[in-house]
């Protein structure tokens, strides 16, 4: 498999990444080269084997479903680029 | 000559500090000089010497009412992968510009609890994605160590570079790192320290900023192992707020430290010898089996057939994670924001902005391989060669205790010799990434110089939790390794 320019432009924008056109075929090189060194994986023949979905052999936890933090707006928006009153303030997304 | 403050070992400190040779202030006046004196390194990105000295002195005001914790008073740095509350945390990456965190890590809270003392936040590769340092957003870290008759600068390996060049400069007395395939062994090996990697989900990963989640752990940087035994009780134990953190009860691990390792099975991997690796560091493995054989140990030849297999296997699956975990820094709730006319271009902007090229290239290969279309092709397929990877060494360590191998397949090596082929990056952790995969602890000591003079490491590998035999082979091997170089402090007099 083998990226082209297009293909780039699409997965920068599933990753909210701004790639400028000049960008996208070193880019899209980059990529390959990495893609196509991946691709030794199949050499191996995975058919009969389950992939891995948990590190060590533990059961998944449970707690009661309490509220156990909040109430701390303040905090929470002490760091937000911009704020108003108690909301993250963004650029308008409904017109 | 009485030995400097700095150069004593924390198990030394503390014996210093419970007969009250010096306070816990004079120890932190001690490493806070030699922080600032070492600058030049770049091995911190914030300092903290007035919480250090606050914290000492509270740590004093503890031990003088008889409330001693098992890390009191001893200064550390941690890596600035971890939030500390009211304390610049930038993960090293332009995108978390000016983020404050408002609550602490838990691995951090623990040590705080146990007494130590903070000095400031240590420098690496952005979000933990590199080898060599280079990455980080503010500046690279240089090693402390140089090649002999040599002035040119070293990478202090990655992630954690800035982790086990404090260490090794003697800023800190221990330092926190993260391992996600190699972040702790790997620098730790290229400073000439030890860095352990613990079992996934030993300590919590809750308020470490995330890179892979399923690969992501904390784990002590020393200068000795009895050191990292110390460091790794009081970071280790369960935590509500991390659902993989595991809930068995901490050992004492320095009480393992018995030297007594007759009998132990050693397993020496054939996979781990590469072609056209240095011969000083086939040597020095060769010399490990030798020292541990001489202890009583008996070396096994075992084979872990898909060890090649694991660094392509771990370059979809962390990407595939960072991918998603990255998704957070978007630039409406912390760090940088670059506007736009819409969200979306909002958010185009300032990931543009704020990640630099290797987070970007990995962030992209990660979104690709979860892609609709490409998920089992690559993200799938790549579990599955885990899953491999694991019974590999499952069936290892079925008939040996412990797994001994280099490191890393090289020295630390000069600034830009890697930097412009990712692949040949990549290629640093391919001795540590296999375990990483599978969740296993491992552990990089010192054991010699290459011979141009840097440091090289070995490396031993545990069954899962079993940190204690890791721990207690590896006190017999820095024993018998009897490594006491150290960096020339070359940059004491850089300004002066």
């Known amino acids: ?95 | 000559m009485t030995t400097e403050l700095t150069d004593l070992t924390i198990a030394e400190a503390l014996d210093g500090l419970a007969i009250g040779a010096f306070s816990g202030h004079e120890l932190a006046q001690a490493h806070i000089a030699a922080m600032e004196a070492a600058r030049p390194l770049n091995a911190l990105i914030t300092e903290t010497a007035e919480r250090a000295l606050v914290a000492a002195d509270a740590s004093d005001t503890r031990r003088r009412v008889g409330v001693v914790g098992v890390m009191e008073g001893i200064p550390i740095a941690i890596k600035d992968l971890f939030a500390t509350e009211g304390v610049l945390t930038t993960a090293g990456s332009h995108i978390l510009d000016g983020f404050v965190p408002p609550y602490e890590s838990t691995v951090t809270a623990n040590l705080w609890r146990a007494g130590a003392v903070i000095l400031g936040k240590a420098n690496l590769d952005e979000f933990a994605m590199g080898s060599s340092n280079e990455t980080s957003y503010y500046g690279a870290v240089e090693n402390p160590w140089r090649r002999r008759g040599d002035n040119r600068s070293m990478v202090p390996g990655g992630s954690s570079g800035g982790s086990t060049a404090a260490v090794a400069a003697r800023i800190a007395m221990g330092a926190i790192g993260t391992d996600t395939g190699g972040s702790i062994r790997q620098p730790a090996s290229f400073c000439g320290v030890v860095g352990l990697k613990p079992t996934y989900g030993r300590c919590s990963r809750w308020g470490i900023a995330a890179f892979a989640s399923s690969l992501d752990q904390a784990g002590p940087v020393t200068r000795t192992v009895r050191d990292g035994a110390l460091m790794l009780r009081a970071m280790a134990g369960h935590d509500p707020r991390d659902s993989t953190s595991v809930d068995t009860p901490v050992p004492d691990y320095a009480a393992a430290l018995t030297g007594d390792i007759k009998g132990l099975r050693i397993g020496v991997p054939e996979e781990y010898r590469l072609d056209g690796m240095p011969e000083a560091i086939e040597q020095l493995w060769r010399h490990g089996v030798e020292w541990l054989e001489a202890a009583g140990a008996h070396a096994v030849p075992v084979s872990l057939p898909h060890t090649r297999y694991a660094l392509p296997a771990y370059y979809i699956v962390a990407p595939a994670e960072a991918s998603s975990n990255l998704a957070r820094y978007d630039g409406v709730r912390y760090g940088l924001r670059v506007e736009g006319r819409t969200i979306q271009e909002m958010y185009d902007n300032t990931r543009a902005a704020g990640f630099g090229p290797e987070v970007r290239r990995r962030l992209m290969i990660g979104t690709y391989v979860l892609s609709a279309g490409y998920y089992d092709a690559y993200y799938i397929k790549a579990q599955k060669v885990r899953t491999l990877i694991a019974r590999d060494f499952a069936a290892v360590f079925e008939t040996v205790d412990a797994i001994l191998t280099p490191t890393s397949p090289s020295a630390a090596f000069g600034f830009g010799e890697k930097s412009d082929d990712p692949i040949a990056m990549y290629l640093n952790d391919v001795f540590t990434v296999p375990a990483s995969l599978a969740g296993l602890p491992g552990i990089s000591i010192p054991a010699g110089l290459a011979d141009d003079g840097l440091p090289l490491g070995l490396q031993l590998l545990g069954k899962p939790f079993d940190e204690a035999t890791v721990l207690k082979v590896a006190d017999v091997l820095e024993t018998a390794a009897g490594f006491t170089a150290r960096p020339e402090p070359w940059w004491v007099d850089v300004d002066a």
């Open chain 1, 1 to 95: 498999m083998s990226l082209d320019k297009a293909t780039v432009a699409h997965v920068a924008e599933l990753c909210r990444i701004k790639v400028p056109e000049a960008e996208l075929e070193p880019m899209a090189a980059q990529l390959n080269n990495i893609l196509g060194w991946v691709e030794q994986l199949n050499e191996l023949d995975t058919e009969a084997v389950p992939p891995m979905t948990r590190v060590v052999e533990v059961g998944m936890p449970m707690r009661d479903d309490v509220v156990s933090d909040g109430a701390c707006a303040e905090k929470v928006l002490a760091n937000a680029p911009a704020s108003a009153q108690v909301f993250f303030a963004v650029p308008k997304v409904i017109e």
